[in-house]
């Protein structure tokens, strides 16, 4: 019978690939700009075709945002704002004060 790691073993091998930092946060800001969208969107009682319609995209691509799986651009990031009725704000900050 062969050995499991555990999934804190498995991670920390992931992550200690070349690149796989970045990859992760790329995920990460995906995820919660999908997940802020998705929110809003429900917040105002908007379907997903809804959303579509008023930002001129497909729903399928509705979807697929909310799920985290596209990195939009500042453009498509306008569009929801405007559609969600909401200001985009995009900021740096230094890397020692990010969470």
């Known amino acids: 019978m062969t050995e499991r790691a555990s999934w804190r073993a498995v991670r920390e091998e992931i ?18 700009l999908g997940e802020a969208v998705r929110l809003r ?25 909310e799920a985290g799986g596209t990195m939009p651009t500042i453009v498509v990031l306008e569009r929801f704002a405007e559609a969600l009725g909401m200001k985009l704000t995009v900021e740096l900050e230094p890397l020692d004060r990010a969470s």
């Open 41 to 65: 969107r429900e917040v105002l009682g908007m379907t997903q075709a809804q959303l579509a319609a008023a930002t001129g995209m497909q729903q399928p691509a509705i979807a697929r945002f």
């Open 15 to 32: 992550m200690n690939r070349p690149g796989a930092g970045a990859a992760y946060e790329a995920a990460r800001i995906r995820f919660e």
